[in-house]
């Protein structure tokens, strides 16, 4: 593991295997539309600008793809804190909202019932789970009907309880394993980056600024 600089006097945690080719870009600390930080460069390879972020060079993902943090550190760029997602999935992984006074996610106090109300929201459709009369058991309701319906992707409260059985791996692993020739191989990759343009018009965040 190792540490790469960034403004702002940030770092970004990669792994030993990728900070050959990592580090030999200069990286500014971004935040992104989502509120977390993210690690950014500009690279111009043969006349085409780009500006991707560090954990697009890593995942490469498609235009259908998102790169999701297990832990929600954008900054914490190591192999088995990122895995490639959609965005339905990407949202199951976001954590409990700051006005939330419970502790937990997916939990509130009930001043009808009197008691602590459980739920989820699956596809858009907000569901109650129950109610209970204490939070620890609420939220433990919670994170069982999140493992149900969202997998790996859930968000639970119980942290010792969470990512079990989750296999993802990389899909870019060549990244690492063949370091000396990243630079040429990233240019390919710039130029699909440019194409998908017109496909995908959010992606311009991660190109241009």
Known sequence: MKEIPLTQNKIAIVADEDFPFLSQYKWRTQKGPDGHLYARTR??????????????????????????????NGLNLLRGNMRLCSNKEDAQNRRQQSNNRSGYKGISWGTKE????AFITVDGVHKRIGTFTNAIDAAQAYDDEAK?????????????????????????SILSSQAASLPPQFFSRSITYLKTIPEKIWRLMHLIF
């Not at 006349?47 to 929600?72: A, E, R, W």
């Not at 009197?114 to 109300?117: A, F, I």
């Not at 319906?149 to 899909?171: H, M, P, T, V, W």
């Open 148 to 172: 149900k319906y969202f997998g790996s992707f859930a968000q639970l409260n119980f942290a010792d309880k969470q990512r079990e059985g989750d296999q993802c791996e990389s899909i870019s």
């Open 43 to 72: 690279i111009n390879a043969n006349g085409i600008i780009t500006h991707p972020y560090m954990h697009t060079l890593l995942m490469n993902p498609s235009c259908q793809q998102m790169v999701d943090f297990k832990d929600g």
């Open 114 to 117: 009197n008691k602590w109300v």
